[in-house]
């Protein structure tokens, strides 16, 4: 079945530094690629997302990154803030869905020291 | 309330007993899902609804495990003889869009905080 593997597991760093995070997919055909935020106790929440025609967005301090060929999508933080210190999970929608499945990632604990 | 409610928010249940876990989705959005989460690891699907219609089950675990939207709002995940290996947090995400000629569903799903099972 399908699979998004995501490294690194934890990520700590500086306050104003930039924090990167990276996925990989196995389905070629999946083509949706949302990132969440989830805080302790709390339920994930969108933070940015990428559609398959798309190579690269930006909101923000945030973006992400799409290459459709190694299968591959990253987010960028940048400026980071001890307030993004959460976990964020990539996920993929499933190729071959039509209800909107998704596959998430093991997820990244991200540590921004002040 | 303006988000996803769920409830109850923690529940321990011995082995052995049945356990019901509720979503009141976001007023008027046709989609919801329920996922399951393990400690530490990301969210699995487990089923979907469009209105009152289940459309995917494929996650569901076993036959032990049941969830139905009657009216197409409020659904609930049932799980009978709850076991060890079902402690986790289920997650429930609506979305105010829904499928359309096949096509799959894009863009936001709005989690609720979840209900963590524990089965001891």
């Known amino acids: 079945g399908e699979n998004v593997e995501q490294h690194p597991s934890t990520l700590s760093v500086q306050e104003g530094d930039s924090a990167v995070i990276k996925c990989t997919y196995s389905?070629?055909?999946?083509?949706?690629f949302p990132w969440y935020k989830q805080e302790l106790g709390k339920g994930p929440q969108l933070i940015i997302d990428?559609?398959?025609?798309?190579g690269e967005k930006k909101d923000q301090r945030i973006a992400v990154t799409l290459n459709k060929t190694a299968k591959h999508f990253s987010l960028h933080i940048t400026e980071t803030q001890p307030e993004d210190s959460a976990v964020y999970f990539c996920?993929?929608?499933?190729?071959?869905?039509?209800?909107?499945?998704?596959?998430f990632g093991q997820g990244t604990t991200l540590q921004v020291k002040p | 309330g303006a988000g996803v409610s769920q409830s109850p928010r923690y529940k321990v249940a011995k082995r052995g007993q049945d356990v019901a876990l509720r979503c009141d989705p976001i007023?008027?959005?046709?989609?919801l899902f329920w996922y399951q989460q393990a400690l530490g690891q990301g969210p699995e699907f487990l089923t979907y609804?469009?209105?009152?219609?289940?459309?995917?089950k494929s996650g569901l675990p076993s036959d032990r495990f049941f969830a139905e939207r009657p009216e197409g709002s409020v659904s609930t995940l049932k799980i009978q003889r709850t076991q060890q290996e079902d402690s986790a947090v289920y997650l429930c995400?609506?979305?105010?869009?829904?499928?359309?000629?096949?096509?799959?569903?894009?863009?936001?799903?709005?989690f609720g905080e979840g209900s963590r099972l524990t089965v001891l």
């Open positions: 995400a609506s979305s105010p869009r829904g499928t359309s000629g096949g096509a799959s569903i894009t863009g936001e799903l709005f």
């Open positions: 389905d070629s055909a999946s083509n949706y």
């Open positions: 990428i559609r398959s025609n798309v």
């Open positions: 996920a993929a929608m499933h190729g071959s869905s039509n209800t909107g499945k998704l596959i």
């Open positions: 007023s008027g959005h046709v989609s």
């Open positions: 609804f469009q209105n009152e219609a289940q459309l995917d």
